[in-house]
């Protein structure tokens, strides 16, 4: 049967989301919403893969319900235990006094519950962001809060359910979205085709040092000493020897430009210690303990 542009028939195969927004600036968000090709709208209404469609059930930001009722659509998605697939967005309180999404019963559910709530019962669990995979901006020192990341949480309450980080500060929308086609095209990603931060090594499996315009400089020695020069911008704090991302060859904002590109260093953003173990961020990189990918 032929199926008209935007629409979704009888026969296609539903993705059932549920979006979660915890510690978060809402930026992995906006990020996301910004998607160049495929769109959100395509993302949303189309089928991304012939034959399977992503249906967001809930999203805080950008659904037009409020109250009860949004919660009760969450709540009554994620009784099909293993149908639908979690995003969180945003690092995670352990005191719900900072944090809450929704009622149950007159009382404030706190979002840490309701990770774990719906996180144990999820096909898969996407964390967006750094600060849902690894705690980030949120979990920085002092961190009152006691904010971290999803992994963190599932592994203090044995949570098994396949987890999938995609960091960055926020995450390119291409990471999300490539992440999303892959599982409705081929399932959940081997163990093979993640890192050991349980990053997609499509998106996260090379050194921004190895694919950086100004590597030459690098390999030269020749450094930039203030902001503007030529020269590798490492005396500047940048830590691209350190990180994994492909921003070199994708570049931000439909492949305008990228931090470095802009004169920037590159600040570490997709690595788990963001942003304490990485600052200051226009300092040289010294010799501390880095988190670094173990080789394989």
């Known amino acids: 049967m032929e199926r008209k542009r935007g629409s979704v028939s009888s026969e296609t195969e539903e993705y059932p989301v549920i979006w979660l927004q915890c510690a978060t600036c809402t930026g992995c968000s906006v990020s996301v919403l ?17 034959g399977k469609h992503v249906d967001l059930r809930f999203h805080a930001t ?14 009554e998605t994620a009784h099909k235990k293993g149908g639908y697939i ?29 990770v774990e709530s719906l996180g144990k019962d999820a096909l ?8 849902a995979a690894f705690g980030g901006i949120a979990a ?12 963190e949480l599932f592994s203090s309450h044995n949570i098994r359910t396949p987890l999938i ?27 093979e085709e993640l890192d050991e931060y349980k ?15 100004r590597r030459a400089y690098f390999d030269e020695g020749k450094f930039a000493r203030k902001f503007g ?3 590798c911008l490492n005396e500047l704090g940048c830590k691209g020897p350190v990180t994994y991302a492909d921003c070199p060859l994708r570049l931000w904002n439909n492949g305008v430009n990228w931090c470095i590109g802009a004169g920037s260093p590159c600040i570490g953003c997709v690595e788990p210690g963001f942003p304490d173990l990485v600052s200051p961020f226009y300092r040289k990189l010294v010799e501390i303990a880095l988190p670094t990918k173990k080789e394989v």
């Open 62 to 75: 950008i659904m037009a319900g409020t109250g009860d009722l949004v919660i009760e659509r969450m709540e």
């Open 34 to 50: 910004n998607s160049v090709s495929p769109s959100i709208k395509n993302v949303l209404i189309d089928e991304v893969i012939p």
């Open 140 to 151: 920085a020192e002092p961190n009152p809060s006691g904010c971290g990341g999803v992994a």
């Open 124 to 131: 898969a669990v996407i964390a967006l962001g750094t600060c």
């Open 229 to 231: 020069e030529p020269g």
């Open 165 to 191: 980080n995609i960091p960055g500060c926020p995450p390119h929308p291409d990471w999300f979205v490539g992440t999303v086609a892959s599982i409705l095209l081929k399932g959940l990603p081997s163990p």
């Open 199 to 213: 990053r997609p090594k499509a998106f996260f499996g090379k050194l921004i040092n190895e694919n950086c315009p």
């Open 86 to 114: 979690l995003v969180v967005e945003g690092a995670i309180p352990r005191d719900g006094a900072y944090g809450s999404i929704g009622e149950r019963n007159g009382e404030a559910v706190s979002m840490a519950s309701r």
